[in-house]
């Protein structure tokens, strides 16, 4: 590295240390010199660009101070330590602990991600389930682990569905598990009992009797 390089570089340096985020243009300014040995100085010095304002903003490594998500704001600006938006957005949503929503990470990240959202599916980088009329995107760990995600989500799949399902609906359910598996009192009563289920059997008998379940005929 010459001299002349290396008081380029110093001074690129001091400057954006001085201003914390810039622009290219703002270099422009002060130096006299093509935006091609800028950008390669600015490589060189390891410069982060920010995921918003279309990437306008620079700054370099020792400066931010990132939160638990790995970002770092100045001002309206944001700044992340992963490679790209599309990291950065996988981060957030393997790093919460029963899924996350696309309002909530744009929440935290203070942009639009519709558009990393269809390349992230296309990549198929993202795991989701449908909770009403919003998308649930969940951690990967939690993606692989359907048992645990049932009970993770329960809470919110209920205060959903209880107000969608009817009681008739559920009860024509039951009729066909009954029917189609032909279980009749006498092995529902087994059933109950060895599985240690807490439920009398009178009570399963006058169910059974009201709503005609151990009829053969399908609902």
């Given at each position: 590295m010459d001299k002349q390089e290396s008081e380029r570089l110093e001074f690129i340096r001091n400057f954006i240390c001085k201003k914390k985020?810039?622009?290219?243009?703002?270099?422009?300014?002060h130096m006299h010199f093509c935006e091609r040995t800028l950008r390669r100085d600015i490589n060189e010095l390891r410069g982060i660009t920010s995921y918003t304002h279309r990437g306008k903003f620079i700054t370099l490594p020792n400066i931010p101070?990132?939160?638990?998500?790995?970002?770092?704001f100045y001002k309206d600006i944001g700044f992340a330590k992963f490679r790209n938006s599309l990291d950065l957005i996988v981060?957030?949503?393997?790093?919460?602990?029963k899924g996350i929503t696309k309002e909530e990470i744009e929440d935290i990240l203070k942009i639009n991600i519709s558009k990393q959202i269809q390349i992230l599916l296309s990549q198929n980088r993202l795991h989701r389930v449908k909770l009403g009329a919003k998308y649930c995107y969940l951690p990967e760990e939690l993606a692989k682990d359907k048992k645990r995600q049932i009970q993770v989500l329960d809470s919110d799949i209920e205060e959903y569905y209880d107000k969608k399902v009817k009681l008739t609906d559920l009860?024509?359910?039951l009729k066909v598990v009954?029917?189609?598996?032909?279980?009749d009192m006498n092995k529902?009563?087994?059933l109950i009992k060895k599985y240690s289920l807490d439920v009398?059997?009178?009570?399963?008998?006058?169910l059974l009797l009201r709503y005609d379940l151990c009829s053969k005929k399908k609902p």
């Open positions: 985020a810039v622009t290219i243009g703002d270099f422009f300014l101070i990132f939160d638990k998500n790995g970002i770092w981060s957030i949503i393997n790093s919460s602990r009860i024509a359910v009954l029917v189609e598996y032909k279980i529902l009563k087994k009398p059997i009178k009570k399963v008998e006058q």
